[in-house]
T-cell receptor, first 115, second 116 residues
Framework: DTGVSQDPRHKITKRGQNVTFRCDPISEHNRLYWYRQTLGQGPEFLTYFQNEAQLEKSRLLSDRFSAERPKGSFSTLEIQRTEQGDSAMYLC?????????????FGPGTRLTVL | AQSVTQLGSHVSVSEGALVLLRCNYSSSVPPYLFWYVQYPNQGLQLLLKYTSAATLVKGINGFEAEFKKSETSFHLTKPSAHMRDAAEYFCAVTPGTPGGYQKVTFGIGTKLQVIP
């Protein structure tokens, strides 16, 4: 078990470009979460998957954002037409449905800088 | 609905001194509570968690926290600070429903500075 991994760790892009991030959860975890963390703030919930189904999306997730988890394993988060306000750390977490303590395991994050 | 308030966005302590990071929560159902630590440019690591068992919870690296329902608090303490404790600490709350949907609400974080 290598933990939750995210790729890339850093991404610099120009305003208006599209970017895609990948998250590989812990292999037996069926729940996967995306969070956004801006400077000086705690992580904010973006969206949540149980297996391949996207069960909740935050109002923070505008139409330019889309997340998928096609086979219930890895997930991708795409941001279209990036804006400078999208600059943040994007964190992925996973958990086990059968777990009794709601513990989520976090990846190292992808830091996005939009110029 | 749930929320977390962390009092003090920056805390400075001397090496060897007591660490006290404050967290108050609000939850419409009995909560589960967590403290996470984040080092620069890294993800979050779980320090400890309260899940309705013992109210005094011990975690890694010598940290502990006490759940006080009457005060809606879950303050994090460590008797003696080390330089390696310098990091940002986040308090978080989820509904205390085992196996249920696990939306986590985080506080804004407290940056701990340890002075030699």
């Amino acid at each position: 078990d290598t933990g939750v991994s995210q790729d890339p760790r850093h991404k610099i892009t120009k305003r208006g470009q599209n970017v895609t991030f990948r998250c590989d959860p812990i292999s037996e975890h069926n729940r996967l979460y995306w969070y956004r963390q801006t400077l000086g703030q705690g992580p904010e919930f973006l969206t949540y998957f149980q297996n391949e189904a996207q069960l909740e999306k935050s109002r923070l997730l505008s139409d330019r954002f889309s997340a998928e988890r096609p086979k219930g394993s890895f997930s991708t988060l795409e941001i279209q037409r990036t804006e400078q306000g999208d600059s943040a750390m994007y964190l992925c977490a996973s958990s086990l449905q059968a777990g009794t303590n709601n513990e989520q395991f976090f990846g190292p994050g992808t830091r996005l800088t939009v110029l | 609905a749930q929320s977390v308030t962390q009092l003090g966005s920056h805390v400075s302590v001397s090496e060897g001194a007591l660490v006290l990071l404050r967290c108050n929560y609000s939850s419409s159902v009995p909560p589960y509570l967590f403290w996470y630590v984040q080092y620069p440019n890294q993800g979050l690591q779980l320090l400890l968690k309260y899940t309705s068992a013992a109210t005094l919870v011990k975690g890694i690296n010598g940290f502990e926290a006490e759940f006080k329902k009457s005060e809606t608090s879950f303050h994090l303490t460590k008797p003696s600070a080390h330089m390696r404790d310098a990091a940002e600490y986040f308090c978080a709350v989820t509904p205390g429903t085992p196996g249920g949907y696990q939306k986590v609400t985080f506080g804004i974080g407290t940056k701990l500075q340890v002075i030699p």
